[in-house]
């Protein structure tokens, strides 16, 4: 079993930074991903970024590309995201993902394990 769990949420002004991270723990298997999505209030989850395991490659959705970062930190086994030049339609609750199957990142459906979320507000 792998537990996930994110922390680094709250409430910042437009154009203010955060640091969203996600501590793994219980991993028994070859993480073939990480990612992150998010949930607005009546919305569905949407895909944020994502990292490949294997390479290192970085995959993010248009919204957020140029403005957020996804990396890890393998020494103390975390994945984290940093947001910069945060807006008011970034509010969502985020949440950390882990997958072990190869195939498209963006994809909430093909991850495994799920964090309990994070919630960021932006206010405008």
């Known amino acids: 079993q792998v537990q996930l769990v994110e922390s680094g949420g709250g409430l910042v002004q437009a154009g203010d930074s955060l640091r969203l991270s996600c501590a793994v723990s219980?991993?028994?298997?070859?993480?073939?991903?990480m990612a992150w999505f998010r949930q607005a209030p009546g919305k569905e989850r949407d895909f944020v970024a994502a990292?490949?395991?294997?390479?290192?490659?970085?995959y993010y959705a248009d919204s957020v590309k140029g403005r957020f970062t996804i990396s890890r930190d393998n020494a103390k086994n975390t994945v984290s995201l940093q947001m910069n030049s945060l807006k008011p339609e970034d509010t969502a609750v985020y949440y950390c993902?882990?997958?072990?199957?190869?195939?498209?990142?963006?994809?909430?459906?093909?991850?495994?394990?799920w964090g309990q979320g994070t919630q960021v507000t932006v206010s405008s």
């Open positions: 993902a882990s997958r072990s199957r190869v195939g498209r990142l963006a994809e909430s459906l093909e991850y495994d394990y």
């Open positions: 219980g991993r028994t298997f070859s993480s073939y991903a």
């Open positions: 990292l490949r395991e294997t390479d290192y490659f970085t």
